[in-house]
């Protein structure tokens, strides 16, 4: 079975950081071609890709409003991703979720297959 769990969400002021983690169970990433995404939904808004990588190539994308501020990055050993979030602003504030796609052809949509449950950040002004 598998099993997506994110942690590492909460309350931080504007101008804070925060690391989110997604532990990944009951697949490995690590030697195949997978997409590993974080998604986030804010109250009243849909659900948006805020960055995505390719396991085997490393490519990564961020949705414009992230850019520069919040980086993806992946841990093999681990089994696991992260989304470092830097100089967060209010607008940031919503559940983050993180999502992957398995091969042959991993996509990084809303219609990926696997999904955790969310974490909440919350951006204080």
């Known amino acids: 079975e598998v099993q997506l769990v994110e942690s590492g969400g909460g309350l931080v002021q504007a101008g804070g950081f925060l690391r989110l983690s997604c532990v990944a169970s009951?697949?490995?990433?690590?030697?195949?071609?997978?997409?590993i995404a974080w998604f986030r939904q804010a109250p009243g808004k849909e659900r948006e890709r805020v960055s995505c990588?390719?396991?085997?190539?490393?490519?990564?994308d961020y949705t414009d409003s992230v850019k520069g501020r919040f980086t993806i990055s992946s841990d093999g050993a681990k089994n696991t991703w992260y989304l470092q979030m830097n100089n967060l602003k209010p607008e940031d504030t919503a559940v983050y979720y993180c999502?992957?796609?398995?091969?042959?052809?991993?996509?990084?949509?809303?219609?990926?297959?696997?999904w955790g449950k969310g974490t909440l950040v919350t951006v204080s002004p």
């Open positions: 999502a992957a796609d398995p091969p042959p052809i991993p996509s990084c949509s809303r219609t990926m297959d696997y």
């Open positions: 009951g697949f490995t990433f690590v030697f195949d071609d997978y997409a």
């Open positions: 990588k390719n396991t085997v190539d490393g490519a990564t």
